[in-house]
């Protein structure tokens, strides 16, 4: 992906890029690298590093890229998706799209960005979907601020085709607003999530109503370090000025 990114960040012949999945496959999630990742990482060798700079330097790329990034995530979308979609100009949500950043139960943190992308989203929708490995379904991510357009499925194909046919203008044809399904709780995850630390966090949860104890049990089967990392990332990624 960098190499053609930079193939055609000087081509005039190109006006925008496309970002997709695989047909047949579920979407901008694969988990295959933390799989490869898993034995070379826990002994240290360079190889694991050299991914995660490779990564991190292609998200920044396509953050800054001189021309738009279009993504479209119909399916699941998961954590490194979640930071190549969102590092793009635009994000087009279907009804499939089930988008989430589950790093802290496998003993990791909301990576690829997701220091910068989540803690601009409102109140503290960011560190909710942090800590808990959240999933915002189909509309919901608009709602939120993680895609900027909605398309339904079955009119992908030809959203797709317009495009190449008049340009990225066509995006203004789909819908760009939703209401929120969790709307009722932001009061309450603003008050329950803020703050800096983590067991703080937790305790207020546990001793709130049905739906603050059920954060709570998600925050449970997480990693307690992975908490304590994605909750510090929040709180930091407020002062960060740019991608990089």
């Not at 190549?84 to 087009?92: D, H, S």
């Not at 932001?186 to 999530?193: A, H, I, K, N």
Request: proline share 3%; hydrophobic share 40%.
């Amino acid at each position: 992906m960098i190499a053609a990114l930079r193939a055609w960040e000087d081509d005039a012949s190109v006006q925008f890029i496309m970002i997709d999945h695989v047909d047949g496959t579920r979407g901008f999630c694969s988990g295959g690298d933390m799989e490869i990742l898993s034995a070379p990482g826990k002994k240290g060798e360079a190889n694991a590093r050299s991914f995660f700079e490779k990564e991190y330097r292609l998200n920044e790329m396509i953050a800054t890229f001189p021309k738009p990034c279009i993504t479209f995530l119909d399916g699941k979308v998961m954590g490194c998706g979640v930071g190549l979609a969102k590092m793009g100009t635009y994000q087009v949500a279907t009804e499939r799209t089930e988008l989430s950043m589950p790093e802290t139960g496998i003993g990791l943190f909301p990576n690829a960005g997701a220091t910068w992308f989540l803690p601009q989203l409102e109140g503290e929708i960011g560190t909710w979907l942090a800590l808990t490995g959240a999933r915002m379904i189909g509309e919901d991510t608009i709602a939120v601020g993680l895609s900027s357009h909605y398309c339904p499925t079955n009119q992908l194909t030809e959203l797709k085709l317009a495009l190449t046919k008049y340009g990225v203008d066509v995006l203004n044809e789909c819908q760009t607003s939703a209401d929120f399904s969790q709307a009722q709780h932001l009061e309450e995850m603003e008050r329950l999530f803020s703050g800096s630390c983590a067991v703080q966090i937790y305790s207020k949860l546990n001793k709130g109503n049905e739906w603050a104890k059920a954060q709570a049990t998600k925050i449970s089967a997480k990693s307690p370090v992975s908490i304590k990392i994605a909750l510090r990332q929040m709180r930091t990624g407020t002062y960060l000025g740019t991608v990089a």
